[in-house]
């Protein structure tokens, strides 16, 4: 067996995907499946701001769509929101800070629907947050995860909305993070009663070195009867 490093890329079916939001415009994305099974869940991945460097290919997103089908036997689906460009493909468009992303996150979930895919998942990182909590609260979604959440762009009536659904949300709030640290993010998210507020000690917005625990916890979450820690070797 060899330990999973940074770029470890375990075996699945992978497709790369274009989707085609309903005011037109392309983004590029890629579908992961388990490579001999169907999958039993399905988390879709909504990455951190462009503005910033964030991508599809970010290290979090990444390593998701890499061990994930692998691992928890979980269909993951990552794209880039429009006006991002990476490794895996350029997203047409502009950039609006959270407001025309609802389309993206309409052709998303539109897509895993019609894929048929199962028990549909939600898990953004930093700007990726705002775009869940504003635009992701949808009947075929059963929660979400939240990876260091600014609340820059989501507004008191987004958090409210999640509170009366009930749907699972559970936050990885980065002990050292630059926007919202673990006593703010209790005090925010205590509008939703069945919000989960999980600090990670140590750990700063970028999760660098927190890989691990962080697919831990989505893994927990979103597929209970798969035993975590995940495998640290393949």
Known sequence: MTRIGPNTVLPARRTPVVLTTADGERLAGELA?????????????????????????????RKAAARLPALAGIATFRFNTRGTVSESGTSTGTHD???????????????????????????????????????GLRPEVAGALL?????????????????????????????????????AARTHF?????????????????????????LDALVDLVAPHIPTPLPREW
């Open 190 to 214: 205590a509008a939703i009663p069945q919000a989960e507020v999980i600090p990670f000690a140590a750990c700063k917005h970028l999760f660098v070195g927190h890989t691990d625990p962080a």
């Open 147 to 183: 990876l260091a959440p600014t609340l820059r762009r989501s507004q008191p009536e987004h958090l409210t909305a999640w509170a009366e659904s009930g749907k699972p949300l559970r936050c990885l709030i980065p002990e050292l993070d630059d926007y919202i640290r673990p006593a």
């Open 97 to 135: 800070d959270g407001g025309a992303e609802r389309h993206d996150i309409d052709a998303a979930l539109a897509f895993v629907a019609q894929a048929g895919l199962p028990e549909v998942w939600l898990a953004g990182w930093s700007f990726g947050t705002d775009l869940v909590l504003m635009h």
């Open 33 to 61: 499946l388990p490579a001999e099974t169907d999958p039993t869940a399905t988390v879709v991945l909504v990455h951190p701001n462009p503005t910033g460097g964030g991508s599809m290919d970010t290290h979090l997103i």
